[in-house]
């Protein structure tokens, strides 16, 4: 006879265990976007509220140096049509870019915003 931890009777069947669990959670197939779903069961589970924050350029106080594109070509790009720089649309920022565009920016034009 085998016992599950709170002391419930499992029992054994022609050589195969059988287990009961009493709380489980499947990760559901039909959702869209899988990663998002597991990434904020994961926050939920460890705690984390995550906010989305994006970094945003004041074209008022930006000189087009071009100092951001140099260090996060990534996630800064210059529109020729405009004559501004531009942040990329991204579901991630990489924020240890950001900072550093944002630590480097003569004119501190380039900010977080959630």
């Given amino acids: 006879m085998i016992l599950s931890t709170d002391g419930r009777r499992i029992g054994q069947e022609g050589g195969t265990i059988r287990f009961r669990v009493s709380r489980c959670i499947q990760k559901p197939q039909h959702i869209p976007n899988r990663k998002k779903w597991e990434d904020r069961m994961i926050n939920k589970k460890i705690g984390i509220q995550q906010t989305k924050r994006y970094p945003v350029v004041d074209p008022g106080y ?17 529109n020729f049509e405009t004559g501004l720089i531009e ?15 944002i630590k480097n920016c003569p004119e501190d034009c380039i900010t977080w915003e959630k």
Wanted: hydrophobic letters at 40%; one cysteine or more; charged letters at 30%.
């Fill in 87 to 101: 942040v990329v649309d991204m579901s991630r920022y990489p924020e240890d870019l950001v900072d550093e565009a």
């Fill in 62 to 78: 930006c000189n087009l140096c071009q100092g951001c594109i140099e260090v996060a070509s990534k996630v800064f790009r210059f």
